[in-house]
């Protein structure tokens, strides 16, 4: 009987090093994916420079403020184009001109 115990535990304790090597693999494989995103996201910034090191806050710090400068930049030629468009539209229209 006591033998059948040792078993178990030792069967036990086997899968419950399998499980944390299947973790540990994982965990790895998570990490690697998230730094992979973090150093992609980095090149897509202005004034990237390979040669340095950027801690991952300051890389979403620049690509939020990437983003909201692309947006407002976005949304000007918008306003240009829609203005361009009103003008092209009346050019010939004595209403515009009056």
């Not at 399998?18 to 202005?46: H, M, Q, T």
């Not at 390979?50 to 030629?77: G, W, Y």
Request: aromatic share 6%.
């Amino acid at each position: 009987m006591k033998s059948d115990l040792t078993e178990a535990a030792v069967k036990k304790r086997k899968s419950k090093k399998k499980d944390n090597v299947k973790n540990r693999e994982w965990e790895r494989r998570r990490r690697d994916k998230l730094n992979d995103a973090f150093n992609y996201l980095a090149e897509l910034l202005p004034n990237y420079d390979p040669t340095r090191t950027i801690a991952k806050i300051d890389i979403l710090e620049k690509s939020t403020e990437f983003v909201k400068e692309l947006r407002l930049s976005n949304s000007r030629l918008l306003n240009q184009q829609s203005d361009s468009d009103e003008k092209s539209k009346h050019g010939d229209c004595l209403c515009c001109h009056l």
